[in-house]
């Protein structure tokens, strides 16, 4: 089964509004991180925005921020305020503490599209 | 976090030859990975690069096609052999701390064609 599912291939938003980029995971491992990570045209990979099992709180980073809802296993990256820039393929992944060796598992990714 | 220098960051090469990427990390770093990315497409793991060992395959690529080395906690090479067009692609390293409460760091990527 896979472990990171990202069911929209590609998402239209408005610039400065605000768009949810949805992520599910599965897991039976009860450590784990949840991580975003925005990849533009140029090919960097660009870490945004980390979640941790057991934190208590949605994580957040300026704009952006993770609504994690550990009973569905979701962990929905959130953008306000979208610029022109924001305009790139978001991935969602995961890293298993106590199991996978360290390893992440990413998903398919979103494309997000920020129209002017 | 730990900050990649990645090279070549782009070649264009001949079927049959063999082609060596270099990571180097600003720190000492527990983990250190290989991916593959098409584009467009998620990140397919190569190897988890093992300091002063053998790396440790994923289903589907061998150490004969992608010899790795990580002499070092900071070091690691990704060899592409007898190459094919087929092996045009984006390769990554990522490297970071496993307990780390972020994200690993990625290279810059290089983008080989094969021709």
């Known amino acids: 089964a896979q472990k990171i599912t990202q069911t929209q291939p590609g998402m239209f938003v408005q610039e400065k509004e605000a768009v949810t980029l949805d992520c599910t995971y599965d897991t039976s491992d009860p450590s784990y991180g949840l991580f975003w990570y925005k990849q533009p045209s140029s090919g960097e990979m660009i870490f945004l925005i980390y979640?941790?099992?057991?934190?208590?709180q949605n994580a957040t980073e300026g704009r952006y921020s993770l609504n994690f809802q550990k009973a569905r296993k979701s962990a929905n990256l959130v953008i306000s305020a979208s610029q022109l820039g924001d305009s790139a393929m978001y991935f969602c992944a995961m890293r298993e503490i106590n199991t996978n060796a360290g390893k992440s598992t990413f998903g398919d990714g979103t494309t997000l599209t920020v129209k002017p | 976090s730990a900050v990649i220098s990645q090279k070549p960051s782009r070649d264009i090469c001949q079927r049959g030859t063999s082609l060596t990427i270099q990571c180097q990390v600003d720190?000492?770093?527990?983990?250190m990975f290989w991916y593959r990315q098409q584009p467009g497409q998620s990140l397919t793991l190569i190897a988890t690069a093992n300091q002063g060992s053998e790396a440790t395959y994923e289903s589907g690529f061998v150490i004969d096609k992608f010899p790795i080395s990580r002499p070092n906690l900071t070091f690691s090479t990704l060899t592409v052999s007898n190459m094919s067009p087929e092996d045009s692609s984006i390769y990554l390293c990522s490297a970071g701390r496993q307990d780390a409460n972020y994200g690993y760091t990625f290279g810059s990527g290089t983008r080989l064609t094969v021709v």
């Open positions: 979640q941790g099992s057991y934190d208590q």
């Open positions: 720190s000492q770093v527990t983990m």
